[in-house]
C-alpha cells in the first residue's frame, strides 16, 4: 500500500550505459516530480509532470528524459551515464491544487 | 535567489526540546514545509503551514512563522533519539509548483 513506490532501490552500472528509474503513486495526484539529492544531501528539482504534461524542466542535460505514461507513472530515462550523475533521485507527487508533496523512498544511483 | 538557509548541525539532549531555524526567500510563499530524512531514507513530510498562519502546532511540533523576517522554525519538544535524522525546510517559489529545499539540518540526539 505504498504511496509512491520507486524502483529500483539502488543502482550501480558503468559509464556510458543507459538505465531507467521507475516511478509509481497510488494517492490519485495529478503531478509528478524528479528531484535529485547529491552527496552534500541537497535536493534540487529535475522535473514536473501535470497530467503528463511537462510544466517544470530545470536546466537538466538532456540525456535525463522523463516519460509519462499516465497520471499515476512518471519514469526516468538517463542515456550515457557519468561519474557525476551518481545521487540520490527521488519521485515525487501531489495534487497541484494543494502542492502538498510525497515522496517516495529515493533510488540510489551509482556510476563507475 | 533560491537560497533556502539552515545552519547545518544541532545537538541536543533526549528529552530536552530541539529548534531548527530556517530563512526562505520568497515572500509570496504559499506553503512551508518541514521535511524530515532518516539515514538512507526517502523525505517524509512532517509538516506545513499556510503562509497566512504565525504558528501550526502537531502533537510534539511546533512550527512559528515570521513573515516579515522570512524566517521559520520548528520546534521538537522532548525530542527522542529517533527524532535523529536530517530536517529539510521549504518553500514554493510563487506562480509554480516547485519546492525549493533548505540545505538541510543535521539533528542528532544524545542520551
Known amino acids: 500500500d505504498t504511496a509512491v513506490s520507486q524502483t529500483p532501490k539502488y543502482l550501480v552500472t558503468q559509464m556510458g550505459n543507459d538505465k531507467s528509474i521507475k516511478c509509481e503513486q497510488n494517492?490519485?495526484?495529478?503531478?509528478m516530480y524528479w528531484y535529485k539529492q547529491d552527496s552534500k544531501k541537497f535536493l534540487k528539482i529535475m522535473f514536473s509532470y501535470n497530467n503528463k504534461e511537462l510544466i517544470i524542466n530545470e536546466t537538466v542535460p538532456n540525456r535525463f528524459s522523463p516519460k509519462s505514461p499516465d497520471k499515476a507513472h512518471l519514469n526516468l530515462h538517463i542515456n550515457s551515464l557519468e561519474l557525476g550523475d551518481s545521487a540520490v533521485y527521488f519521485c515525487a507527487s501531489s495534487l497541484l491544487a494543494k502542492n502538498i508533496q510525497y515522496f517516495g523512498a529515493g533510488t540510489r544511483l551509482s556510476v563507475l | 535567489g533560491e537560497d533556502v538557509e539552515q545552519s547545518l548541525f544541532l545537538s541536543v539532549r533526549e528529552g530536552d526540546s530541539s529548534v531548527i531555524n530556517c530563512t526562505y526567500t520568497d515572500s509570496s510563499s504559499t506553503y512551508l514545509y518541514w521535511y524530515k530524512q532518516e539515514p538512507g531514507a526517502g523525505l517524509q513530510l512532517l509538516t506545513y503551514i499556510f503562509s497566512n498562519m504565525d504558528m501550526k502546532q502537531d502533537q510534539r511540533l511546533t512550527v512559528l512563522l515570521n513573515k516579515k523576517d522570512k524566517h521559520l522554525s520548528l520546534r521538537i519538544a522532548d525530542t527522542q533519539t529517533g527524532d535523529s535524522a536530517i530536517y529539510f525546510c521549504a518553500e514554493t517559489l510563487s506562480g509554480t509548483d516547485k519546492l525549493i529545499f533548505g540545505t538541510g539540518t543535521r539533528l542528532q540526539v544524545f542520551p
Open positions: 494517492l490519485g495526484h495529478d503531478t
